[in-house]
């Protein structure tokens, strides 16, 4: 029949694979009460610092805890629930300036249906 569907990739698939990656208890930390995800190219482009910033006093955790406040921020401040544009101001290196990076955060149904927020680029599908 025309337009079946073959395969759903889900987000459980996606975090298993690690194309998205769970904020888990960081989130819940911060305050979200709905599960967070970014997705791999924001974990590896801009929270997970290199070695250089590591040994600056750099850490995923601390970037991330910093991305979710902002997210928090920002949620409160949309009229829209679903899809928020905001920036978090990242070190890209040891000694220089943070610099403001465009994000965006979708919510929306999990596999299940239940309400689930993601993180991503703007350059993202």
């Known amino acids: 029949m025309e337009g079946d569907i073959i395969h759903r990739y889900g987000r459980r698939e996606a975090i298993a694979e690690g194309v998205l ?7 819940k930390e911060a305050g ?10 924001l974990y590896h482009g801009y929270l997970q610092p290199s070695p250089e ?8 955790e601390g970037r991330l805890w910093d991305l979710l406040n902002v997210l928090r921020w920002a949620i409160r401040q949309s009229k829209n629930d679903t899809f928020i544009r905001f920036s978090v101001l990242f070190v890209l290196s040891p000694g220089t300036a ?11 149904p999990d596999d ?3 309400p689930s927020i993601t993180v991503l680029l703007p350059n993202e599908d």
């Open 53 to 60: 910033l590591e040994a600056w006093g750099q850490s995923y």
């Open 21 to 27: 990656i769970d904020a888990g208890d960081i989130a």
């Open 112 to 114: 299940e249906g239940a």
């Open 32 to 41: 979200f009460v709905w599960p967070v995800a970014i997705t791999s190219r």
């Open 98 to 108: 943070a610099v403001p990076i465009e994000l965006i955060s979708i919510a929306g």
